[in-house]
C-alpha cells in the first residue's frame, strides 16, 4: 500500500507543471450539490470543472461528444477524484460521439468544490458585471474574443468582450477598427495535431465585424489569416481568436 | 393509496359534471357585441379570467375583430378571448357542428390539411379539429427581408406526406414556389407585454445578432412566434392578414396600429379551479389571475428561490387539499431536480451536458414561463426519437415527416448529428441552421386550462401529457402524486 502510494506520489510530481492536450469523453460525476466533470487520459482522471451558470468562465463539456482537453496540471489535491488542470481551455468536438456517454452516481467521498450556485434556483440576484473599464482606456486598444477549438460560436463571456470594444469605439468616435481573425493548431501530447478547419479564420472575422456593425459602430474593417497558426502544446488555445482594434 | 385513487377518481366525475355547464363564447368576425373591461369564461378546470386592461371594447369595426382578406377570418377567429386568446381543439370541434365546418376557421388555405384536399369533408381537417393545427406554409429556402435566399446548411427531403401537401405539385417542396408545409398551434394574443420584453443586441443563445424591430429599431426579443420569424406585433400582424386572412391587399397603417393596442393591453389567467377555489389571494402566490399579469413589470429573471416565476405559494402549504396540492406542483417546477440533457440551446450555451437543474431553469421568466432569453429551444417533441410520434413505423401519425441532412461543410445537429427526422424542423426553417433542427420557441403557460391541446404541435391532449412528456424526456422519474400536484398547479396559470 505504501509502495503504491509513493508510486503515485512520483509519477505526480513528474507530472507537476505538465502541459497536457488530449481528445477524450467527458465524465459526468454527479455529487450531493453540482457534477463535475472529469476525462480520462493515459490511465489517470482530471478534472475539468463543475456545472455553474453561463455567467463562469468555464463551461462544461458534453456527454455524446468528445472533449478536446488543454491544460496544464495544477499541484494541489485531486478535486471531484481528478487532477485538476490550470490554465484550462476545453473544446466540445462538433461531431457527435454516443459512446462518449458515462455520468456516474454520487459517491461517499467524492465531493464537489463550493458552487457559487446548486443544482436548484438562484439564491441571489446575478452578480451584476464589473463595470467596464473602459472608462479608464485612452487611445488605440485592442480587444480579443477566444474561442474553442473549429468553433465560431460567440460565448456569453465573448459577448461582453463585443460590447466592450463597441462601447470603446463609440465612445471616441474611432477613426477604424480593424477586426482580424486567427484559426489555430492544437499539439497534441500524444504528438498528434489538430489544424482547425479552413475558413474558420474569415468566419470569425466576419461574424465579429456583423456584430460591432449592428452594436452601431462604423468604420469597421474585416481581415483574416487563412493559415492556421502553429501549435506548440502549450499557448494553442488562445491563438484562436479575434482581435478588435480601436483606433482613434 | 385508496385515498390517492379517490382524490384522483372523485374530481373527475366532478369535472365530468361541471363540462356540461360550460359557458364559453365564440366570438364571430364582425360581431358587435361590445367586449367587457374584465369577462369571465368557463374551462374544464374552472374559470378563466380576461382583462380588457384599456376598458371595454367594441368590435364594430375594429380589425381585430373585422374580416380584412378575402376568406372571411379576421384576427379573433384565431385569437378567442374565451379561449385564452387561442382556440381549443374542443372549441374548434364545436365550431364545425355548429357551422356544418363553414366557419371561415376551416378556411382551404391553412384550416384544413391541405387546400387541395376536399373541403367539405371533416377529415380534411382533422389536424386542426383534433389537435388544434394550423398550416403554416414557410417558402423553401427561406429568405432574407430583401428577398435574396438565404443560405442553407442542409437539405430537406419529404418521408412521410399523409396530408398531401408537402408532395403536392401545387403546394409541396418540389412546386413551382418550393414551400414545406408544418403544423402548429395559435399562440395566445394576451400577455404580450412579457413575450416582447426583453430584446437584447447579441442573443445570447447563436452569439449573433437579434432580429429587429423595422419601427423602431431596436433589437426584439424574438419570443412571439414559434420559430421567431416575426420581429414584432406590427409584422407578425401584416403576416397574418396577408396569409391566414387571404388579404389582397395590405392593412392600412392604422388598423395595424389599431390590432397592435389591442392585443397589447389584453391580460388572460386562470381567476378559479373548480376545486381549489378562487386562485387571487391577497395572501398566496402573487402571478395568480390577469390583474397580476397587468400590473407587474415584464423582463423579470424568476429563476431564483426569493422572487420564483410564478410567486411563492407557501401560505398555500397549510390550507385546503388542492392549494396544498397546487403549492406542492410549484415547488416540483421550481426546484424538483433532474438530468437536463440532449437539449439544443440549453446544455449547448455554456452549462454543459447533462446538467443538473430544474424547470425553472429553461422556463425563468416571471409571470409566463418562457425564456427570458430567445428561447428557441430544441426539447425533443419534433425530432426522432424523442418526437411525440409515431412511436414506431406502423404507429400511424398525421403529421409530415421530414429528413434533413447536414451538408459536410456544416456543423451538426448538436445531438442527432447529420441526419435528423422531424415532424417540423422549427426554427430552422428560417435561419436555414443544422442545429436549430427542432428549435421550437418556448410558449407562455398562461391560461393553459382554456387552449389544449398543447405543444406546438397539438400533441399533448391535455395537461398530464405536457407532463409525462417531460418525464419520459428526462428520465424524472416523477411519482403519480406529483405529476398529480404538477397538473393542479398548471392547471391554476
Redesign the interface.
Known sequence: MRAAFCVWLFAAAVAAAQDLSFVACPI?R?TKT??C?LAEYQGETYFLGI?Q??T?AF???????EVLVEGRIKEGPRVCGGIPLAPLSISVV???NPACNT?LPAEPGIEAPPAPRG????????AEPAPPANETLTGRQEFTVRYAFNDD????G??AV??RAAAYATKIGASAVKVTGYCATTLLSNGGRLVE?AGLAEKRAQ?IA??LR??GVAAVTADWNKDAEPGDGKTDASRRRVTIEVIP | MHRLLLAIALPLTLAAQYNANLRSIWIEPGGKERLPAFDLFDNALGKLGVIQASGPVDPAGHPFFTPLGTNGRACVNCHQPGWGMSVSAESLQDRWRSTSGKDPVFAAFDGSNCPALPQDLEKSHSLLLHRGLFRIPLSWPPRNADGSPKPVEFSIEVVSDPTGCNLSPKYGLKSGQPTVSVYRRPRPAANLKYVVAGGQ??V?K????ADRDPDTGRPVSMNLMSDAREPSLMTQAMSAIMGHEEAREAPSRQQLDAIVAYESQIYAAQVEHIFAGPVVDPEGPFALGPVALRDRRPGV?G????D?VFGQFKSWKSQDYYRRSIARGADIF??R?F?L??TTHI????????????C??CHNAQMTGQDLSAGWVDVGTTNYPTWTEPATWSESSELPVFKITCKP?A???????RVIYTTDPGRALISGRCVDVGSIVMQQFRGLASRAPYFANGSAKDLREVVDYYDRRFDMKLTEAEKYDLVNFLGVL
Open positions: 459526468v454527479d453540482v457534477p466533470f456545472q451558470d453561463i463562469a463551461h462544461p463539456p458534453q456527454l455524446k461528444h462538433k461531431e457527435v455520468l443544482a436548484g434556483p438562484s439564491s441571489h440576484p446575478l460560436y460567440v460565448e456569453f465573448s459577448i463585443v460590447r478547419k461574424d456583423t456584430l449592428g452594436s | 443586441n447579441i445570447l447563436t452569439g449573433m445578432l429573471l429563476d431564483n428561490d426569493y420564483p421550481m426546484f431536480q438530468w440533457r440532449d446544455n449547448t450555451i455554456g452549462l454543459g451536458n447533462p446538467m443538473k437543474r430544474t425553472a431553469t461543410e456543423d451538426p445537429h448538436p445531438y442527432l448529428g
